[in-house]
């Protein structure tokens, strides 16, 4: 950060200096001045009414330790080395904002440079529906569930992730915002078919993709939807598992393990279902 260049103004006729008086330890001196309290003095602009100058054989002196502060100094006093000690201010902190965090997985990535875009659905802290296009750059710390370091090259449209971003978003659809940290969490398949059957079950839901039948129905993936899934449509509106219709096309998230029976069934991370006019 550039340090801003201090002024001090003494409004009065002439030029007037200011200087600092160094004496012998136990040696005092009894003198006198002439306060001006129709002398004003402002730092950068700032009036300052406890800078009152005192004259003293024609020089100007204030009050240490109020000008000490409007300088963006701090005093303090050794008694025990009778001395002065000015130190800088510490600046302070800002407050840090408690970044948002979401849950879900990439559903597209996309790198321009140093830039990578990362297209996240999922849930938010509180549970509910979250989308951002998460941006993450070289200031983006990026590890996975050990810890260990990872880059933008590791991400990718399946990838499962918590992100934590903002606090700034734009205010775009779906929102934009800078990606402080990420973590990957996994690695999700994805599949993209047809809905071939919808059944109720006493654990939640199936949803088949694909239609095949006999032999061609090794083909076909029985998504195991449970309270965890996530359903959306593709403009990110909420559905449930009951929305979902025999002949929809949907784009699935899930696994990465599958069953070895025909069809394969995997448990849903999340399905996003496509518009009717998506071949």
Partial sequence: MRKSKTIILLTAAGILGATAVAGASG?????????????HIS???????????????????VPLRD??????????????SKQFNL???K?????????????????EANTDGNLTSLNVMGRG???????????????TVIVDESGAAKTTADLKAGTRVAVEYGPVVALSFPGQSHAAKITILGERLIKEDKVGAVNKTDSGWQVQLGAGTGDEAVSNLVLNVGADTLIVSSMGEPLKAEDIKPGAKV?????????????????????????????
């Fill in 251 to 279: 784009r699935a998230f899930y696994g990465p393990a599958t069953t070895r029976s025909i069809p394969p069934q995997s448990p849903a991370d999340m399905i996003v279902v496509l518009p009717a006019d998506v071949q």
């Fill in 87 to 89: 130190s800088q201010k």
């Fill in 91 to 107: 600046e302070e902190q800002a407050p840090v904002d408690q970044y948002i965090l979401n849950t879900g997985v990439v559903t």
């Fill in 125 to 139: 802290a509180t549970g509910g529906f979250d989308w951002i296009i998460a941006k993450a750059d070289k200031d």
């Fill in 27 to 39: 040696l005092t001196q009894k003198v006198s001045g002439l306060l001006r309290s129709d002398i």
């Fill in 43 to 61: 730092v950068n602009g700032d009036a300052y009414a406890s800078l009152t100058p005192v004259y003293i054989d024609g020089k100007a002196y």
């Fill in 67 to 80: 000008t000490a502060g409007a300088l963006g100094y701090e005093l303090a006093w050794s008694q025990q």
